[in-house]
């Protein structure tokens, strides 16, 4: 018995005797970025097989000589176009939720299955854009060993793997000093003006994107500057670069690409954005599976494999470490 009613003597959660209505917000927070720039933004296409091949050729070396008046003919010596492939790859989340739950009232969510559905959405786009800028293996990389694989994998193996960035033979380089430093992006910038691409974006994992900018915008240099000092706003960053041969890059960050103090790992990538291609052999789509108990069950997939038009139209900078 007591005088004076209280919070104290009547509880709050968690305790288990507490009378009062917890407080719970009707929201749920997920703060892992689902951005995928490189899929998002990448011209899709539709492929007809899980093999999918394109062409590309080349014109013949210059030549400053001329020719002959009235000289026979002879025929000249010129370049056969050669044929790429790539393999698709199955991305897929399942999910499983009893429908007792979806019953229920969650915080925040509506109905869980539905809300797990929208989660593996996002995560296979995820693991696509991580599988584009992954590491070459000769175990992930079709065509790595110069064959096609047995008819169960693209690779020989269980699961079909597609070709990565790295695994088209693109231009690369590697940095000599484990750092990004301005002087590697102009070389390996110049090596794709001379190769005839038009690369328009450079690609940059958070961490090689602070060494980039710790490498350009430097205290006491015109790159660091206070717009409007009134509102105390200090600019020190790029997301513009010219290099010395009139390519303009849109300087992009993409958490998905790897790093490392393992140099072989780490890496920055050049690239012209419409020479990247994502092919849907099978677009993005739910398949609900039978009932089998007090649940409901469904695979969120898509099958997809990456073009790069030519190979030479990309280039990436290897030896990058992040320490």
Same mark, same amino acid.
């Given at each position: 018995?007591?005088?004076?009613?209280?919070?104290?003597?009547?509880?709050?959660?968690?305790?288990?005797?507490?009378?009062?209505?917890?407080?719970?917000?009707?929201?749920?927070?997920?703060?892992?970025?689902?951005?995928?720039?490189?899929?998002?933004?990448?011209?899709?296409?539709?492929?007809?097989?899980?093999?999918?091949?394109?062409?590309?050729?080349?014109?013949?070396?210059?030549?400053?000589?001329?020719?002959?008046?009235?000289?026979?003919?002879?025929?000249?010596?010129?370049?056969?176009?050669?044929?790429?492939?790539?393999?698709?790859?199955?991305?897929?989340?399942?999910?499983?939720?009893?429908?007792?739950?979806?019953?229920?009232?969650?915080?925040?969510?509506?109905?869980?299955?539905?809300?797990?559905?929208?989660?593996?959405?996002?995560?296979?786009?995820?693991?696509?854009?991580?599988?584009?800028? +992954?590491?070459?293996? $000769?175990? %992930?990389?079709?065509?790595? #060993?110069?064959?096609?694989? =047995?008819? @169960?994998?693209?690779?020989? &193996?269980?699961?079909?793997?597609?070709?990565?960035?790295?695994?088209?033979?693109?231009?690369? +380089?590697?940095?000599? $000093?484990? %750092?990004?430093?301005?002087? #590697?992006?102009?070389?390996? =910038?110049? @090596?794709?003006?001379?190769? &005839?691409?038009?690369?328009?974006?450079?690609?940059?994992?958070?961490?090689?994107?602070?060494?980039?900018?710790?490498?350009?915008?430097?205290?006491?240099?015109?790159?660091?500057?206070?717009?409007?000092?009134?509102?105390?706003?200090?600019?020190?960053?790029?997301?513009?670069?010219?290099?010395?041969?009139?390519?303009?890059?849109?300087?992009?960050?993409?958490?998905?690409?790897?790093?490392?103090?393992?140099?072989?790992?780490?890496?920055?990538?050049?690239?012209?954005?419409?020479?990247?291609?994502?092919?849907?052999?099978?677009?993005?789509?739910?398949?609900?599976?039978?009932?089998?108990?007090?649940?409901?069950?469904?695979?969120?997939?898509?099958?997809?494999?990456?073009?790069?038009?030519?190979?030479?139209?990309?280039?990436?900078?290897?030896?990058?470490?992040?320490?």
């Amino acid at each position: 018995m007591t005088t004076v009613v209280s919070t104290y003597d009547l509880g709050f959660w968690p305790l288990p005797a507490a009378v009062h209505h917890e407080d719970m917000l009707d929201v749920v927070t997920i703060l892992d970025s689902f951005q995928t720039p490189f899929f998002s933004s990448a011209p899709k296409i539709r492929v007809k097989d899980v093999v999918h091949s394109w062409v590309v050729d080349s014109l013949y070396a210059t030549a400053t000589g001329g020719t002959v008046e009235d000289g026979a003919f002879s025929a000249s010596t010129v370049y056969t176009p050669s044929r790429l492939y790539n393999g698709t790859q199955i991305f897929s989340r399942h999910v499983h939720v009893s429908d007792r739950e979806r019953d229920a009232n969650p915080a925040g969510i509506r109905d869980f299955y539905e809300h797990m559905t929208m989660k593996a959405f996002k995560e296979i786009a995820r693991n696509c854009e991580a599988r584009i800028f +992954a590491a070459p293996s $000769s175990t %992930a990389d079709i065509g790595v #060993d110069g064959t096609m694989g =047995s008819a @169960t994998g693209i690779t020989g &193996g269980t699961v079909p793997q597609m070709r990565a960035l790295r695994g088209f033979g693109i231009c690369t +380089a590697s940095s000599a $000093s484990g %750092a990004v430093t301005t002087a #590697d992006i102009c070389t390996l =910038s110049e @090596t794709l003006f001379n190769k &005839g691409a038009e690369p328009d974006s450079i690609w940059f994992a958070p961490a090689t994107k602070r060494q980039f900018v710790n490498a350009t915008v430097t205290s006491g240099s015109g790159n660091v500057r206070n717009i409007a000092a009134s509102d105390q706003r200090l600019v020190a960053n790029i997301d513009v670069f010219e290099t010395p041969f009139n390519q303009l890059y849109a300087v992009i960050t993409d958490r998905f690409i790897p790093i490392s103090t393992n140099s072989s790992t780490g890496a920055y990538f050049i690239g012209d954005r419409a020479m990247a291609k994502i092919g849907f052999y099978r677009p993005p789509q739910h398949k609900p599976m039978g009932k089998a108990g007090d649940y409901t069950r469904g695979i969120c997939l898509m099958e997809v494999t990456l073009q790069i038009d030519h190979p030479s139209s990309w280039a990436a900078m290897t030896g990058v470490t992040n320490g």
